[in-house]
């Protein structure tokens, strides 16, 4: 034990007598040669202050782009040391650690336990890395270790912190901002996109992107930052936090300009009731319970003035009739009432609903809540194809597509012992038909004749159109974009693909007794439209996204996690329009976590 403990100190004072660079400490991966060693004589000029340590640059660039030559001094001593300033050549010793707050996260490389040795110099001038100039971000993928997509599945395959790869930051996003972490750099005309968590990130594809953190000097950035804001020039210091590479700005955000119209208006798809015009709201509106009656208010206020009261409304997470009380209620009745109540209260309008109760405690969600899936429709526009012969189904049976094709239950549920739809929503499939002398099929010009009645579908035959109401299971669980597992962790991945199956399943019967019917999907999948649930429910079910049929620019759409899908002939000169009611908002003015949308269709 001794002689290792003489042969330690002897080597690290042989150690000491080599000074190292920030460059040396950093090293070319994502962790330290140095991490748990002790360094001295580092110098370096200060760039910045925090709350808990400065930023250091070192005086000689390695001239290796693999290599940051800044580095991140933790230790309030330092912070409060007044008589060290910005701009100041500071020598210091330490020790190199590796810290993250947790084992999801990826490591922030710091010297820790700093002592100054020496100032040498003051108030010298220092410039930022211009990004986008001196270095740009790559922009197609995050790490080397992803197989290829962030959302590769299977997830979490290699650990970053245990690879420890060469960094390839022309390549890499991950490793373009651990390639900085330390640096002081300047974001020319940045412009924000805010991601599913509410945080400030930059850029529109993740690879570029980066979080914004709150400003060194003190100051707030204003909480109601928009997606496609344009902001002045951001300069500030790269460090890893939380699971995330952020810039700590010195000051607050300032947005020079911001995508018109800058408060999302209602939307202009208006219903003409007829069926070259019927309107389709969806929305999920966030544990919806007739107890909280200003929820109850601000949810029909949403529907009457930016939705416009559409024919009909696809809605989630509708609570039971005592909301979050766990008491073995399971029907939503007396909820759906409340919601049509406040509507007709605003409008006038008269929305009828229809559901299907769950079994008690088996929907996942809030406990006791017993949230679902449910339809409000204008019974002067819509019925369910039957009208009072329609028989709804239950929570255990499933659906059929029957000859017509029709559906067996209407509403009913697709599956719903399927272990798919375990601890989650089953999807509310519904059949449709115009009411009125219009809601009828137009005849041919051979249905002179009476032919029509014969061959045709008959004289009292309308079309039908088919809806999918769907909520898929949560993203709980999941690990940052920027985190430690390769490809993250996406939660609950495995069941939402198993679940598009068996959704998409339904609806390609639909399609195969009639490839030109009417079918819509719309919901929460709880996915990106890129990723792996979302992608196969496209191909199982035939259907196409609407936010491609209609032609919607990216912006806004690339991180939604609800979507509406159509058939081909559905399709036809649809339109639709995303309703930014409560993304854009600072998040106390929220209705609910969602956005929601309206469509238009033709189905003559
Ligand atoms: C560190 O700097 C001090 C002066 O502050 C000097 O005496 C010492 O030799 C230096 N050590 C190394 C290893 O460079
Ligand atoms: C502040 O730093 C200077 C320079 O290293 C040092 O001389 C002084 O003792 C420090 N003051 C405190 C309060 O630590
Ligand atoms: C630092 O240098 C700037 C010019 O670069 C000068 O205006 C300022 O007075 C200097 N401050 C100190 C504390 O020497
Ligand atoms: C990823 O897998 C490792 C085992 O290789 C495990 O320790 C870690 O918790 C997993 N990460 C996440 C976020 O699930
Ligand atoms: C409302 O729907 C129910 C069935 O869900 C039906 O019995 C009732 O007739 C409908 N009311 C109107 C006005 O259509």
Known sequence: MKTTSVLACTLAAAGSASAETIGEINGNRFLSPFDGKKVTNVTGIVTAKGQSGVWLRSLEATKDERVSDGIYVYGSALVKNASIATGDVIVIDGTVSEYRSSAAYLPLTEISYPTVRAILERNRTFAPIVLGKQRSPPTQQLSGL???????????????????????????????????????????????????????????????????????????????????????????????????????????LTVTSSLEPTVSGATKLISNGKCSGITVGGYNIENFSPKDVDHVTAVATHIVEYLKTPDLLILQEVQDNNGETNDGTVDSGLTLMALADAIADLSNVVYNYTYVNPVDGENGGAPGGNIRNAYLYRPDVLRLQGGSAAVAGDAVTANEVLKGPKLKYNPGLIDPNNAAWLDSRKPLVAAWELVGSQGKLSKPWWGVLGLWNLFGPGKNRRKTLFTVNVHFTSKGGSSSLHGDARPPVNGGVEQRIAQATVAGEFISKILDHDDDALVLTVGDFNEYGFAPPVQTFARVSGLRDLDEVAKIPIIGTLFELDHTFVSKQLGKGAKFEHLHVNTWLAYSDQVSDHDPSVAKFDIC
Request: hydrophobic letters at 40%; glycine letters at 10%; charged letters at 20%.
């Open 146 to 252: 992803d197989s290829g997509n962030a959302f590769a599945v299977p997830n979490n395959k290699s650990l970053v912190s245990v690879v420890n790869p060469v960094l390839e930051p022309s390549k890499y996003g991950l490793d373009f901002w651990e390639s900085l972490v330390g640096e002081y750099v300047t974001i020319k005309t940045p412009v924000l996109s805010v991601d599913l968590t509410g945080m400030v990130t930059l850029g529109l594809r993740k690879p570029e992107a980066i979080l914004i953190t709150a400003p060194l000097d003190g100051t707030k950035n204003q909480a109601n930052g928009k997606l496609g804001d344009e902001l002045e020039d951001i300069t500030g210091v790269v460090t890893q936090g939380f699971g995330f590479y952020q810039i700590q700005p010195l000051t607050k």
